[in-house]
């Protein structure tokens, strides 16, 4: 329950630090929540579940966009998985296709070699892909990391038997980010999310790979595949994470 408290009251500091700082707005929030759930009881027990909010509102130069990402894996014995990701950027318009950003990420990976990262960053974005169909946007930016690594001790079956916990450390970083989405046919689309933040404590590279079939005009059903990677983790962790999920998608408009 303490862990949980924790990865709760971390994606609301980070949603709740953007909407503070966030110009007002009179738009609606558009947007899209998924979840998935996969339950096997019988010869071999395990859950595991993830969610994901990614919301976004405009008003004249000005886009505020939010996303708070949750994943729980259990077998029959231990926990295998528990991550909670909470994102907010703001960005003003320069001109049709160029665009400032400002962004604060954070995350809590009980299984990745940290504890926690957190970055603050901005930088410049450029549109350039922007049609009814496909859209293309890239980032490019400064900032400040956090982040205190956390070495793994495991048994021959995989469960964690303890952790320790290093000195937190703070560099500063690049990043870099690419959004892409195409519309396939009328109820298929393609969407691809790319981000990298390089230090000189770590270098984190994600991609999160989509395939999305709308049932109905709220509804969609998802196939994605997701890929994060560090380059330094501590003793005991790996440097790669491999995700394959199918999520029921409601559309936000």
């Known amino acids: 329950m303490i862990v949980m408290r924790n990865y709760a009251l971390l994606g609301a500091a980070v949603c709740a630090a953007g909407l503070l700082a966030a110009p007002a707005a009179h738009a609606d929030w558009t947007g899209k929540g998924q979840a998935g759930l996969l339950v096997s009881r019988g010869n071999a027990d395990s859950t595991s579940a993830n969610a994901k909010l990614d919301l976004s509102r405009e008003s004249g130069d000005w886009k505020n ?61 450029y549109k350039f892909i922007d049609s009814e169909d496909t859209k293309l946007a890239g980032t490019f930016g400064v900032g400040y990391r956090r982040l205190r690594p956390e070495q793994l001790t495991k048994d021959a079956a995989g469960q964690v038997i303890s952790r320790i916990k290093g000195d937190a450390v703070g560099d ?41 079939v709308s049932m109905t ?36 408009k």
Not at 101 to 118: I, N, P, T
Not at 182 to 210: R, Y
Not at 220 to 246: C, E, F, H
């Open 172 to 212: 500063a970083i690049a990043t870099a980010g690419l959004d892409f989405s195409h519309v396939l046919t009328k109820t298929t689309k393609i969407l691809n999310k790319f981000a990298v933040e390089t230090g000189s404590n770590n270098t984190m590279v994600q991609n999160d790979l989509a395939l999305q």
């Open 65 to 125: 966009s939010a996303f708070l990402g949750f994943l729980y894996g259990k077998n029959a014995s231990f926990a295998t998985a528990q991550r909670i990701e909470a994102k907010w950027e703001t960005d003003r318009k320069i001109s049709d296709r160029m665009f400032w950003f400002g962004a604060l990420r954070g995350e809590q990976d009980k299984f990745s070699g940290f504890a926690y990262q957190a970055t603050l960053s901005t930088g410049i974005g």
């Open 217 to 252: 005009e709220a509804l969609a059903l998802s196939v994605g595949y997701g890929v994060r990677y560090n380059t330094d983790p501590p003793v005991g962790s790996k440097k790669s994470d491999q995700l394959t999920t199918i999520n029921l998608v409601y559309n936000i």
